[in-house]
């Protein structure tokens, strides 16, 4: 036998509206959500980040009492310990890499322009990744000073007469960052052994900066790679608007700081390295930005 149902039994039965009556429609539409604002983003990333940390130290606290309760830890127990201590250091690298990235994609503020030595902070970003550098086996060379006939000028700028030359109005807060990206770049892709190179040379209202990423085994690997570095740089699609290939973070974050900076990348293969075979990446940074 079947169940008669009472809408008075139904409760909010009355108070819905029918179908095809006013309300109807506006009851089942979305409330629109208010567009995520960079700093909202921020903070979000900053918890999460503290959630990580905090259980990273849960871990760290039991490989300290696993290590404190063994006598003479076997070898592999040791080896064990030590690539957990080793994973946990790397995991914190990440956090903080993180944090940073969001914060600077995050960060929709004009550029606070200030006159800076371009040469003074490439030597202060590579200090900050020659450790990682040295760790991979590869040689971070010092920068070399191009004149404007794009021949290398001997000894300091002082001496070659280029004091002052690189001076480029920048954001520090976006400069420091964006050359120590790039070189993270072209410390990961570079293969053992090999040498980082640093060119600047002055130009007509630029500075352009040259760094060394690899070296390709053979000339059509060397045109391959500075053709998929170029779309990626300069954002160009190919047919059916399919993106160049997904790059590093380090390089996607530099591609980034450089836009903010009105500075434009590319990639080359010559008049950047000694040898033949060297994939550059090059940044021409303005020399005048700030109202005047």
């Known amino acids: 036998m079947s169940q008669q149902t009472n809408p008075s039994d139904d409760r909010g039965a009355l108070d819905r509206p029918e179908p095809g009556e ?8 979305p409330v629109p ?11 979000l990333i900053g918890q999460v980040a503290h959630d990580l940390r905090s259980a990273l130290n849960g871990v760290q606290s039991w490989v300290y009492v696993l290590d404190r309760s063994l006598d003479i830890p076997s070898t ?35 550029p606070r322009w200030e006159p800076i030595d371009l040469l003074a902070a490439l030597g202060t970003a590579m200090e900050a990744v020659r450790p990682a550098a040295e760790a991979r086996g590869l040689i971070l060379a010092v920068a070399h000073l191009d004149g404007p006939d794009g021949k290398q000028a001997p000894g300091s700028p002082d001496a070659a007469g280029l004091q002052n030359v690189f001076i480029i109005d920048a954001d520090p807060l976006r400069l420091d960052p964006l050359l120590r990206y790039l070189l993270e770049h072209c410390v ?27 070296r390709a085994p053979s000339d059509a690997r060397r045109d391959e790679r500075i053709a998929v570095l170029a779309d990626f740089l300069r954002r160009r699609t190919g047919p059916d608007d399919v993106h160049a290939p997904r790059q590093g973070s380090a390089l996607l974050l530099a591609r980034r700081l450089a836009e903010t900076q009105g500075a434009r990348m590319t990639a080359e293969g010559h008049r950047c390295s000694t040898g033949s075979l060297s994939v550059c990446i090059s940044v021409c940074f303005p020399i005048h930005c700030a109202p005047r």
């Open 22 to 29: 006013p309300g109807h429609e506006a009851h089942l539409m």
């Open 33 to 43: 959500l208010e567009p995520v604002q960079g700093v909202e983003v921020a903070t």
């Open 76 to 110: 592999p127990a040791q080896r064990a310990l030590a690539g957990i201590r080793t994973g946990m250091q790397q995991q914190l690298a990440l956090i903080e890499h993180m944090e940073e990235a969001v914060a600077l994609l995050a960060d929709d503020s004009p």
């Open 188 to 214: 990961r892709h570079a293969r053992s052994a090999d040498t980082i190179e640093a060119h600047l040379a002055p130009e007509a209202g630029h500075i352009r900066l040259r760094i060394t990423e690899c």
